[in-house]
């Protein structure tokens, strides 16, 4: 596609529930990065893929959240037994293959316009 | 772990006057990256800076990193309310795929 998508672009959920937010990267983009974004707050970092790599999770809050992604195309973000801090927009970003941080326009990230969850 | 600090974490400014944000890392970067986040819409790429003491220009938006590659500065000349948003900066620590983000500084115009 043109760009990142992101679905559901709002969703509204009961506490306790499990939800699924989904992110189609950019054709070719073999890295996908979700964030979460509280109100008024910065970018919050939580799972990176690569490839065909072992993700990194290092930035997942709880073990309520986990991410997965077949080979380089979508990726779904599962939050269960969702809380009330829970709710934040949660963005999707992707880039071309990095080897690793530095001197490529490769690292520009993509941003989707982001699921925004709520969590009543 | 990287960290990224952000000043100021917002700033009004009357249109047509200057506003600056400043960016620090607690490591070096190997890279810096800026960002632009218009009210209720997503993070922009807006340039990205690799050479110690780099400054580039894009228009009024004057982009500095650091020689120690571990600060970064935005300066807007004569603010318009075009301006208006959260600019954030990130970095690459050195042989690092994560983007480490800054809060950001949220920009308001008064017209």
């Known amino acids: 596609g043109a760009g990142v998508s992101q679905s559901p672009s709002n969703k509204v959920t009961e506490k306790g529930k499990d939800v699924e937010l989904r992110c189609d990267p950019i054709?070719?983009?073999?890295?996908l990065y979700w964030y979460r974004q509280r109100l008024g707050q910065g970018l919050e970092f939580l799972i990176y893929f690569q490839g065909n790599s072992a993700p990194d999770k290092s930035g997942l809050p709880s073990d309520r959240f986990s991410a997965e992604r077949t080979g380089e195309s979508v990726s779904t973000l599962t939050i269960q037994r969702t809380q009330q801090e829970d709710s934040a927009v949660y963005l999707c970003?992707?880039?071309?293959?990095?080897?690793?941080?530095?001197?490529?326009?490769?690292?520009?990230?993509?941003f989707g316009a982001g699921t925004r969850l709520s969590v009543l | 772990g990287q960290q990224v600090m952000q000043i100021p974490q917002y700033q009004h400014v009357q249109e047509g006057e200057d506003f600056t944000t400043y960016c620090n890392s607690s490591?070096?970067?190997?890279?810096i990256q800026w960002y632009k986040q218009r009210p209720g819409g997503h993070p922009v790429f807006l340039i990205q800076?690799?050479?110690?003491?780099e400054v580039k220009k894009q228009k009024r938006l004057t982009f500095q990193f650091g020689e120690a590659k571990k600060n970064s500065s935005l300066h807007i000349t004569a603010t318009q309310t075009t301006d208006v948003g959260t600019y954030f900066c990130?970095?690459?620590?050195?042989?690092?795929?994560?983007?480490?983000f800054g809060k950001g500084t949220k920009l308001s115009v008064i017209p």
């Open positions: 970003a992707s880039s071309l293959p990095i080897a690793g941080g530095g001197v490529s326009a490769k690292n520009i990230q993509y």
């Open positions: 490591t070096t970067l190997s890279n």
């Open positions: 990130a970095g690459h620590g050195a042989g690092s795929y994560q983007l480490t």
């Open positions: 800076l690799v050479k110690s003491g």
């Open positions: 054709s070719g983009h073999t890295a």
